[in-house]
């Protein structure tokens, strides 16, 4: 992640201010005109302007380049309409077609939340589905009906297996998210690699060198150089044989129990261009008011304090949270050249 803009530091001068609702219109046009259908335009759009104006900026309009060019490639169906299959009485299966994920997931959505009305829990299976955003959108909105719910997506292999040799894992995100009763839902949402892809790519893109133990040279030798991760080298687990155990755990659920692809299972190599991982995604989410969940919403208000009491300053979400606030008062934060770049792509 980005160093961020602390509240009452000065923002680069090069910085715009865009309404949120612009940027999403903004976003579905550039999305329509590079060939995904307008329901597709539309909920890609969100995704990525909320990306933004949260400062998620790994997976903010920094990633319309990588759309465009991977829709131009013909490696992602931007017209999919994906397929919702009632698999059992807690388990829906989608095939996203070779279209986008958030398409399929917002397909099966009414189905999803039905079932985990009517019996507590449901789990909602993607494959053959793309995912090339942040996982905290996919989960927020089932805190705010209540419910806590759980995600994970493969991506393409570009991490090493704790003490392997060749890359073989995707970056594999998990997110998190639970009701609370005292503020915003309390979610999280990390990459189980050392460092998101996309954070690597923006580190090489503005020249930093990266702390150690984030990834490897093409030799396999350890490097802080973020170019030279992205130019044959590989990323590492975080957390050594922890995050390697929770990254081999995502490719079974994103991609075995979906049917989707292995992060190493797929080659984009007849589609130059292409940079959206072809995979799966799981979504699991439960009904807390089931059970011994009833008051679960003040049991985590209480966990909250807890951690505030024992010191911890602030709660993964916290920073996304402040930067939403700051941007729907304020605008959206783009610089110039994004904004340019965004134009460019809106027209071309
Ligand atoms: P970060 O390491 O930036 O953050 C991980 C989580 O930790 C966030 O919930 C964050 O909250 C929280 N956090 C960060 N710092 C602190 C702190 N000091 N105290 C408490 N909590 C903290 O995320 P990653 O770099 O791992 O991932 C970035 C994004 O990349 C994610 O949105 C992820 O979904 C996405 N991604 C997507 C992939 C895909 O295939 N689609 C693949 C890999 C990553 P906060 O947000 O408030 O900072
Ligand atoms: O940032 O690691 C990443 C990533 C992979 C796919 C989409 N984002």
């Known amino acids: 992640m980005q160093d961020q803009i602390m509240p009452g530091q000065k923002e680069p001068a090069d910085t715009v201010r865009i309404p949120v609702e612009a940027l999403r219109t903004l976003l579905a046009r550039i999305f329509e005109r590079h060939g995904t259908s307008a329901e597709a335009a539309a909920i890609l759009a969100r995704n990525v302007a909320d990306a933004q104006r949260d400062g998620a900026d790994s997976h903010g309009v920094f990633r319309m380049p990588a759309y465009v060019s991977t829709l131009a490639s013909g490696w992602v169906d931007g017209q999919a309409v994906p397929v919702v299959t009632d698999a059992a009485p807690g388990f829906i299966s989608v095939d996203a077609c070779n279209g986008f994920a958030q398409p399929a997931h917002q397909a099966a959505q009414p189905l999803l939340l039905e079932k985990v009305r009517s019996q507590g829990i449901a789990l909602l299976a993607i ?129 075995a129990l979906t049917g989707g692809n292995f992060s190493f299972g797929f080659s984009w190599a007849d589609h130059p261009g292409a940079q959206t991982p072809r995979t799966g995604q799981l979504l699991i989410v439960i009904d807390p008011a089931r059970g011994a969940g009833a008051n679960f919403a003040q049991r985590a208000e209480a966990l909250v304090q807890a951690m505030h009491d024992a010191g911890q300053p602030r709660l993964p979400g916290d920073r996304r949270y402040r930067q939403r606030r700051e941007s729907l008062e304020l605008g959206v934060a783009l610089s110039e050249a994004d904004l340019a770049m965004l134009t460019k792509l809106a027209e071309g």
């Not at 995100?173 to 999280?188: M, Q, S």
């Not at 133990?213 to 170019?227: A, H, L, R, W, Y």
């Not at 957390?239 to 390697?244: C, D, P, Q």
Request: hydrophobic residues 45%; contains cysteine.
């Open 127 to 255: 494959h053959d589905s793309h995912h090339f955003a942040a996982l905290w959108p996919d989960v927020e909105p089932y805190a705010r009906h209540g419910f806590v719910a759980l995600t994970f997506v493969n991506s393409m292999a570009c991490v090493v297996p704790h003490g392997g040799k060749h890359p073989l894992f995707g970056t594999n995100p998990i997110a998190f998210a639970a009701p609370r009763a005292g503020g915003e839902p309390l979610v999280f949402d990390l990459a189980t690699s050392a460092m998101a892809h996309g954070d690597i790519q923006i580190a090489a893109r503005e020249g930093r060198q990266l702390p150690p133990g984030q990834g490897v040279d093409s030799e396999g030798s350890p490097t802080c150089d973020p170019q030279a991760m992205l130019d044959g080298g590989a990323l590492l687990p975080f957390g050594g044989h922890k995050g390697s155990a929770l990254s081999m755990m995502v490719e079974l659920l994103a991609a």
